[in-house]
């Protein structure tokens, strides 16, 4: 039987409007929009799209969106003091440094720079500690929204093995200690592999969750997934122009229990997830109680 479909893009749509009246209940209530700040440093075609989504659907949910495009040369002493200046605006509460970042810049300094309750990507090592710990302040975006797609789409996590293909600072290593933790959607038994893991296949068999956060087109074939698994699909790749994840979607929906479908899996939760967190930022920056 073919793998049911977790369908991100309907999930964020409702977390958006729901998220939409929260703002607008936190506006009503403060008198503060919350006021997201992009800083855009290049033109990597694919940043500019991500940072023009991330743009717009923040003014869709009644929050502020500035953009600051910076040429490709900008350098790291530049690019520190716009960071500065952000931290330092009281009307800008999270701020969002698209990456990559070009050569020349020390891309951790500058995420080290970010005050941390402006750090809307939970990329500072204070938030990252604080997940660690289990007591996060922000949950970074794209492990969040995969969190919320298990949750919604009732996959058991407790006691599961949960294999997560990929150890990036940004996915892999982020929602492996999520799930890793106690709690709802959480308490599972982890494996992060990466590209020094022998026998990838026989360890990716055995998960009941399997993420693939890899960055290689279509890379986890049907042979690597056991029969009923539950798949989720990290991967943006682009291929002859089309979009493509790091599963091979067609076979592997054949013998899947769940899938995510790319796009329309974790892409949109991503985004959705990002907006929360600004308006988490504004609530801790507007209200001390809520530090
Ligand atoms: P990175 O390139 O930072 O990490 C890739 C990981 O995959 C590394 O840990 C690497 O191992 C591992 N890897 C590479 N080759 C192999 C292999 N042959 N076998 C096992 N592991 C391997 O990528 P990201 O985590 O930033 O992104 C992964 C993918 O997810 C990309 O396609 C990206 O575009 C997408 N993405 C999507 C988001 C969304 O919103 N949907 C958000 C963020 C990313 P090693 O560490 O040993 O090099």
Redesign the pocket.
């Known amino acids: 039987m073919a793998a049911a479909i977790i369908d991100g893009k309907a999930v964020a749509e409702r977390r958006r409007t729901a998220l939409a009246e929260q703002t607008a209940a936190f506006t009503r209530e403060t008198q503060v929009v919350p006021h997201l700040a992009a800083v855009l440093v290049g033109d990597d075609p694919a940043s500019g799209v991500y940072v023009k989504s991330k743009h717009a659907a923040c003014e869709k949910a009644g929050m502020k969106s500035t953009v600051h495009r910076l040429p490709g040369a900008t350098t790291q002493a530049e690019l520190m003091t716009l960071v500065q200046q952000l931290n330092a605006d009281s009307l800008v509460h999270g701020i969002l440094v698209q990456l990559p970042l070009p050569a020349q810049v020390d891309t951790q300094a500058i995420l080290d720079a970010v005050d941390p309750l402006k750090d809307v990507d939970a990329f500072h090592p204070e938030n990252v500690g604080l997940l660690v710990q289990g007591r996060p302040r922000f949950l970074p975006c794209?492990p969040h929204?995969i969190q919320v797609l298990l949750r919604e789409y009732a996959v058991p996590t407790a006691g599961a093995h949960v294999v997560v293909?990929?150890?990036?600072e940004?996915?892999?290593k982020p929602i492996g200690m999520m799930l890793v933790q106690k709690g709802a959607t959480a308490d599972a038994t982890v494996t992060i592999?990466?590209?020094?893991?022998r026998e990838?296949a026989s360890i990716t068999r055995q998960a009941d969750i399997l993420i693939a956060?890899?960055?290689?087109p279509e890379?986890i074939t049907a042979e690597m997934v056991q029969p009923g698994a539950t798949v989720i699909d990290?991967?943006?790749?682009r291929v002859d122009g089309k979009l493509v994840g790091?599963v091979a979607f067609g076979p592997v929906s054949a013998i899947a229990g769940r899938i995510t479908p790319v796009p329309g899996g974790?892409?949109p939760m991503?985004i959705a997830m990002l907006l929360e967190n600004t308006l988490t930022a504004a609530r801790l920056q507007t209200i001390p109680a809520n530090r």
């Open positions: 794209t929204g293909v990929g150890r990036s940004i996915v892999g592999c990466h590209s020094r893991t990838l956060a890899i960055g290689k890379f990290v991967g943006i790749n790091d974790v892409g991503t």
